[in-house]
């Protein structure tokens, strides 16, 4: 790849979060935290002709809504063409990174010049418009241990962040719909997600953001069968893990996975966020 | 050095700037937009007795205000080591580097959990009580092409970004106090800072940056004869260059200086903002 401008985007866990709907895409979205992850998709994009569009993953030709949506709105024709690593439809966010990439890289190749803030905005909206993320841009866009303390892309949306030890595992079992969780009765994870990011706030650490994102999923009634077994397999080793909202993953800060003897993808928590290399010619 | 926790800030380059005083040094800050730079400062920070406490830069015994006021504020007692290849008083934003990597490694080090937000709010309040920055700190934890689109620390500042080519080139020709210039009239200093971030905003590219900087730095009547000689020599090669605000110092993005004949340093635009390692046990 890379005949055109390639993005980085981290890949994004959420711990928990809570749920605001609202008719304006950009003010709609969700408080709560994640982590950005070392593990990512590069998006490539080069301008074609009207007709040729294509978006590829990892070769594939695939039709993803919101990347539709942000060349829309930038009003430019291009190829996509993404490569990732992370597992699909497992809560890593690669949806919303698809959509920030192609932001980002298209941004720069067809010269529209926009801010980093109108480019995650336009990338949120998208996000949200296709039902695949409600917070996963803001907090690729931002990096680390990313809280979000107001929903909605910028200037709606406001973030913070909580300083931890970088190393992160992560284990897939398979796939899951963030829209079937969300299109429920979203009360309960409401409630557990204000409830965890009180309790993030008032002791900001990794080790609290786990341990909140494990309450987090046991109260909100997301946890599977399978996922509960492995965190307690976690549990039983003095270390911790909690579940990928919305995938059927698990993840740790630290070693709490390897500990229990499964057998994890190893990343770290990227700090810097999604970005896009410029070259100086 | 590094018997402790070291945070690393990257130096900050203003390129124009508006400024807003207030009775709240949180709210007190600047409009404008600048640059951090991968030539930064590293700060170690380790828990010492009272009456033990020093501050060091660069192996020397240092005062800063701003490093005691952070500490005070954490309610701390610790030794400060910081190392950085920056020229001081040049307009890299050293005292706000040291603030910020005081708060940062001390809140790691000992055990005091602060969000990033309120780490940046303590270091920014720090710098502007001290006279030594009204801009710098939020630069430098945001990173890259770092807009100030409002005053002030989390939550009163607000932050955008413009996506650039990476390479920056500066050269010091001696030092300059922030605290003289801010003492006086800053009307047109005000003014022009407001027309600058206007017409970055309407244009953000690197390019417009710099361009906008430089004519910044003539309506603010803050150019001295030798600074305004070094930008003609470079915009005699068709390319750009503008001033540290406020130092003694050209900066370009690209190779503006070096192709006028400068001897230059050469650093990156550092994308990642301050960050504090915290190593996994």
């Known amino acids: 790849m890379s005949d055109g401008t390639t993005a980085f985007v981290p890949g994004h866990v959420t711990g928990f979060f809570t749920v605001r709907t609202h008719d304006d895409p950009a003010k709609a979205g969700s408080r709560g935290a994640g982590i950005a992850l070392s593990d990512g998709v590069a998006v490539d994009v080069v301008q074609a002709p009207a007709g040729t569009e294509r978006v590829t993953l990892n070769g594939d030709t695939v039709d993803v809504a919101a990347v539709d949506f942000v060349l829309d709105e930038l009003g430019v024709t291009a190829r996509v063409a993404a490569e990732t690593e992370l597992p699909l439809g497992a809560g890593f966010g690669v949806s919303g990174a698809l959509a920030l990439g192609t932001a980002l890289a298209a941004s720069v190749e067809l010269d529209r010049p926009h801010t980093e803030n109108e480019l995650v905005d336009t990338a949120h909206r998208a996000d949200v418009e296709a039902n695949?993320?409600?917070?996963?841009?803001?907090?690729?866009?931002?990096?680390?241990?990313?809280?979000?303390?107001?929903?909605?892309?910028?200037?709606?949306g406001s973030m913070d962040r909580v300083l931890s030890t970088s190393r992160v595992e992560y284990v897939t079992f398979g796939e899951r719909s963030t829209e079937s969780v969300l299109a429920g009765d979203t009360g309960p994870i409401d409630r557990a997600?204000?409830?965890?990011?009180?309790?993030?706030?008032?002791?900001?650490?990794?080790?609290?953001?786990?341990?909140?994102s494990r309450q987090f999923a046991e109260?909100?009634?997301?946890?599977t069968d399978r996922l509960e077994s492995v965190l307690e397999d976690v549990r039983e080793t003095g270390r911790a893990a909690s579940m990928a909202m919305l995938g059927e993953t698990a993840?740790?800060?630290?070693?709490?996975?390897?500990?229990?003897?499964?057998?994890?993808?190893?990343?770290?928590?990227?700090r810097t966020g999604a970005r896009v290399s410029i070259p100086f010619d």
């Open 251 to 270: 993840f740790a800060i630290g070693d709490g996975l390897s500990s229990a003897g499964y057998d994890t993808e190893v990343c770290e928590i990227d």
């Open 219 to 223: 109260d909100a009634g997301l946890l």
């Open 132 to 156: 695949t993320g409600l917070g996963d841009v803001v907090g690729q866009a931002h990096g680390g241990l990313a809280v979000r303390l107001a929903p909605g892309a910028p200037p709606h």
């Open 193 to 212: 997600g204000e409830r965890a990011l009180e309790r993030l706030l008032d002791d900001p650490t990794g080790e609290t953001f786990v341990a909140a």
